[in-house]
């Protein structure tokens, strides 16, 4: 019995339609949710993280503004931008693409962001939102995660998640969102004792771990959900997760490929926080 292939393509398209439809109703009122993409330098996957990001905005209504920044500028050039885009009316999401070049501190960047137009999810106070369970913007591909399970038809509630990876971008966040969830939530790392023991236990597993199909059949309960986070370029230039795909593949009862799974989820995610960012500015409840 094979496993189900969760098509993170398809509900990202989902997503997108609802969303194109709340933005028609602002336009309707002169309300155009505004996000502004600061790139700083010449990272070539950041390049094409942009370029998506530009063309979602065209597809779904928003305005955007891109920033692209030598990666020359200084830390202090680069704050004196993100200081402009939180007093501009006009933007309503603020997205600093990372990384950033060795001389920039991160750190006092994301701070630098106003909460209110935080789309990351990366800001202190939004992560601190997060985890007393207050409404924030949610980091992109933890939310994502979550949509995609509850999208699939997969109860959360009481299952027991083990989530593999322990990063401040996917793996912290998205334990907090399982959390959030009702699922009883496990976090496995480099330093676990007997990680296999723990992850066939799981009822959901998520993998972000940056390794290429680094976990088989041996971690997998059977009939586990499993979503695996990574995306990896191998020595033949294809992609591959965290997850060895096909050989969880007659172990899992449902699995998210790579690519087209998790992926396409954060940018639509990064769309629904700026959506969601322009409603709060002008009053407008969820």
Known sequence: MSAQRIEGKQISDAIRVEIGEE????AQRGIVPGLAVVLVGEDPASKVYVGSKEKA????GFYSEVHRLPASTTQEELLAVIDKLNNQSTIHGILVQLPLPKHIEEKPVIDAISVHKDVDGFHPISVGNLTIGD????PCTPSGVIELIKRTGIEIAG???VVIGRSNIVGKPVAMLLLREHATVTICHSRTADME????????LVVAIGKPKAIGRSFVKPGAVIIDVGINRLPDGKLA???DYDDVLDTAGYVTPVPGGVGPMTI???MLNTLK???QANGIGE
Do not use: E, N, P
């Not at 905005?57 to 779904?60: E, K, N, P, S, T």
């Not at 409404?135 to 949610?138: C, I, K």
């Open 135 to 138: 409404d924030s913007l949610l």
């Open 23 to 26: 933005t028609a109703k602002l």
């Open 277 to 279: 960012a322009a409603k």
């Open 159 to 161: 299952r027991h998640a």
């Open 241 to 243: 997760g965290d997850v």
């Open 197 to 204: 023991a723990i992850a066939k236990t799981a009822d959901i």
């Open 57 to 60: 905005c065209q597809q779904l």
């Open 268 to 270: 639509t995610m990064l």
